[in-house]
């Protein structure tokens, strides 16, 4: 059938989600003339940096977390504020007038009826028909607590990091944070400045940790020049690096890792960006423990054996993608629920079903998103 004769090619192009990954494929979209709608769940755009704990800022540059067309202001500093990221989230809304929908989430996508484009079921008994879908609900989806034995009984305060905010309620707390990625690393470190009076680090992978700059020169510049390169070239380099770089902290509890920096991040686990873990480690000021085992009423059972009574545990586990109610019909999630094509491939079975933001780059994730951006409006709009 030809394209101006296919009722589905009158039909918008749907996109999930009014996070950067979103608003960045809408907008490469809206550029190549295609009408697109951005269906986001939560009243506003941006919804989850809205929630990130108070003290993030990005790792990655603004010049190279810029989404396309449109810069982050030079004001905003090299290393752009949790609340300047919102608003430049909003600003990027109105710059390129995206049409959003907010308050809609969808909650299942199928084939429409005929083959012709998408189905798509959203609150309030909403059925929305597209001719391509873009899946931007992110990574970090829903909060990942472990399925730690005793969790359940335990009386003492767990919360998921995603809950975290600032360190005003623990200040003169003891406070046990679980898992050393960026974002345990991070909160650790905020207990510290906030007054906690105890701050230990539960550690099962020990990490790699990068400082965010070296001399001027970003962490994230290194992370794009060698993300392309063989692990077992880049390891050996980054391991000599890291000795050159950052003090041994084994006798702080933090020893070397002992598996690739490179190796480490093709699996997924990125190397964490020191913004004080280094200091405060060696200082005492975090003390890293084992790795929690379980709970019992009232303690938590380290992997060594050790019962520590903590005032509170913030348990920094990640998240889910949490795909399955949405596509896990449609056989496109691999076997731990990621999409198996990402950006502008898409699956023979399900042709204009696009998904964005579901890797995790060394290279920086904002970054990627822009790239995908302008791959996916090139594949949707042929
Ligand atoms: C703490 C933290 C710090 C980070 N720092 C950096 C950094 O410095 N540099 C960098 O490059 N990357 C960073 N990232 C990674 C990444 O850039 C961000 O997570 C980014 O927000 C991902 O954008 P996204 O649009 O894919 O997802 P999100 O920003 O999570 O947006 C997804 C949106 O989809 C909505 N949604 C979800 N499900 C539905 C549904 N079913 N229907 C409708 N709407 C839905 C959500 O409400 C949300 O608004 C960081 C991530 C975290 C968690």
Same mark, same amino acid.
């Given at each position: 059938?030809?394209?101006?004769?296919?009722p589905?090619?009158?039909?918008?192009?749907?996109?999930?989600?009014?996070?950067?990954?979103?608003?960045?494929?809408?907008?490469?979209?809206?550029?190549?003339?295609?009408?697109?709608?951005?269906?986001?769940?939560? #009243?506003?755009?941006?919804?989850?940096?809205?929630?990130?704990?108070?003290?993030?800022?990005?790792?990655? *540059? %603004?010049?190279?977390?810029?989404?396309?067309?449109?810069?982050?202001?030079?004001?905003?500093? /090299?290393?752009?504020?949790r609340? &300047?990221?919102?608003?430049?989230? @909003?600003?990027?809304?109105?710059?390129?007038a995206?049409?959003?929908?907010?308050?809609v989430?969808?909650?299942?996508?199928?084939?429409?009826?005929?083959?012709?484009?998408?189905?798509?079921?959203?609150?309030?008994?909403? +059925? =929305?028909?597209? /001719?391509?879908?873009?899946?931007?609900?992110?990574?970090?989806?829903?909060?990942?607590?472990?399925?730690?034995?005793?969790? #359940?009984?335990?009386?003492?305060?767990?919360?998921?990091?995603?809950?975290?905010?600032?360190?005003?309620?623990?200040? $003169?707390?003891?406070?046990?944070?679980?898992?050393? $990625?960026?974002?345990?690393?991070?909160?650790?470190?905020?207990?510290? @400045?906030?007054?906690?009076?105890?701050?230990?680090?539960?550690?099962?992978?020990?990490?790699h940790?990068?400082? %965010?700059? *070296?001399?001027?020169?970003p962490? +994230?510049?290194? $992370?794009?020049?060698?993300?392309?390169?063989?692990?077992?070239?880049?390891?050996?380099?980054?391991?000599? +690096?890291?000795?050159?770089?950052?003090?041994?902290?084994?006798?702080?509890?933090?020893?070397?890792? &002992?598996t690739?920096? =490179?190796?480490?991040? %093709?699996?997924?686990?990125?190397?964490? +960006?020191?913004?004080?873990?280094?200091?405060?480690?060696?200082?005492?000021?975090?003390?890293?423990?084992?790795?929690?085992?379980?709970?019992? #009423?009232?303690k938590?059972?380290?992997?060594?054996?050790?019962?520590?009574?903590?005032?509170?545990?913030?348990?920094?586990?990640?998240?889910?993608?949490?795909?399955?109610?949405?596509?896990?019909?449609l &056989?496109?999630?691999?076997a731990?629920?990621?999409?198996?094509?990402?950006?502008?491939?898409?699956?023979?079975?399900?042709?204009? =079903?696009?998904?964005?933001?579901?890797?995790?780059?060394?290279?920086?994730?904002?970054?990627?998103?822009?790239?995908?951006?302008? /791959?996916?409006?090139?594949?949707?709009?042929?």
């Amino acid at each position: 059938m030809a394209a101006d004769t296919d009722p589905s090619t009158d039909l918008p192009v749907y996109v999930i989600g009014g996070g950067p990954g979103g608003l960045a494929v809408a907008a490469a979209l809206r550029e190549r003339g295609v009408r697109t709608v951005v269906l986001e769940r939560s #009243e506003a755009v941006a919804a989850s940096w809205r929630r990130h704990y108070r003290r993030l800022r990005l790792h990655t *540059t %603004r010049r190279r977390s810029a989404l396309p067309g449109l810069k982050i202001p030079r004001s905003a500093g /090299r290393w752009v504020a949790r609340e &300047d990221v919102v608003r430049y989230l @909003e600003a990027y809304a109105e710059h390129h007038a995206l049409e959003i929908v907010t308050g809609v989430e969808v909650t299942r996508i199928e084939r429409a009826p005929g083959g012709a484009g998408w189905l798509l079921h959203a609150t309030g008994g909403r +059925q =929305l028909t597209g /001719r391509g879908v873009v899946v931007a609900t992110g990574y970090n989806h829903t909060p990942k607590l472990p399925d730690w034995p005793g969790r #359940e009984a335990y009386e003492g305060e767990l919360l998921h990091a995603g809950d975290y905010r600032d360190a005003r309620p623990y200040a $003169g707390k003891d406070v046990l944070v679980v898992g050393v $990625g960026n974002t345990g690393a991070e909160i650790a470190v905020d207990l510290v @400045e906030g007054g906690a009076a105890r701050v230990r680090l539960a550690v099962r992978t020990v990490p790699h940790i990068v400082r %965010r700059s *070296t001399l001027g020169w970003p962490a +994230q510049s290194s $992370g794009i020049l060698i993300r392309r390169l063989p692990a077992r070239l880049v390891d050996p380099l980054a391991a000599l +690096q890291a000795r050159i770089a950052l003090p041994d902290l084994t006798s702080k509890g933090l020893p070397r890792p &002992d598996t690739g920096l =490179l190796s480490r991040a %093709r699996e997924g686990a990125i190397p964490v +960006q020191d913004v004080g873990l280094v200091d405060a480690v060696r200082k005492g000021r975090v003390e890293p423990v084992a790795a929690v085992e379980s709970f019992e #009423e009232d303690k938590v059972v380290l992997a060594d054996g050790t019962r520590i009574a903590p005032d509170a545990v913030i348990a920094a586990t990640g998240y889910r993608r949490a795909l399955e109610g949405l596509v896990g019909d449609l &056989d496109i999630l691999d076997a731990r629920g990621r999409p198996r094509v990402h950006g502008p491939r898409t699956t023979p079975t399900a042709p204009g =079903l696009h998904f964005t933001g579901f890797t995790n780059p060394i290279s920086g994730m904002l970054r990627e998103l822009s790239r995908d951006a302008r /791959r996916i409006a090139k594949a949707l709009s042929r």
